[in-house]
């Protein structure tokens, strides 16, 4: 069993910043995709961002330049570091993670329970 627990949401002013983190814990070998999507109301869930193993990284368009993800191997952890935030940026962000479990090497995905993200004045 593989759990993700997400931190990092609030509220914040248009042009402000916040740092979502997501740590991975229980019955892993290792990670191979880590990521961040998002959803807002009335829409359907979006990718924002991912890294995989090798910390290669993914970006949407929407979020180029003014979001940067990293991953911390050691810690299991996911970051999602979010400057220059706009209102349409507002939604709960949830952390995906790709997980090779122990014993049986099976290649899972695994979701977070997602954290809320208002950027409003």
């Known amino acids: 069993q593989v759990q993700l627990v997400e931190s990092g949401g609030g509220l914040v002013q248009p042009g402000g910043s916040l740092t979502l983190s997501c740590t991975a814990s229980g019955s892993i070998l290792s990670i191979n995709l880590m990521g961040w999507y998002r959803q807002a109301p009335g829409l359907p869930r979006e990718p924002v961002a991912s890294i995989n193993s090798g910390g290669r990284t993914y970006y949407v368009d929407a979020v180029k330049g003014r979001f940067t993800i990293s991953r911390d191997n050691a810690k299991n952890t996911v970051y999602l570091q979010m400057n220059s935030l706009k209102p349409e940026d507002t939604a709960v962000y949830y952390c995906?993670?790709?997980?090779?479990?122990?014993?049986?090497?099976?290649?899972?995905?695994?979701w977070g329970q997602g954290t809320q993200v208002t950027v409003s004045a």
């Open positions: 995906y993670a790709e997980v090779v479990e122990i014993p049986s090497a099976t290649v899972s995905g695994v």
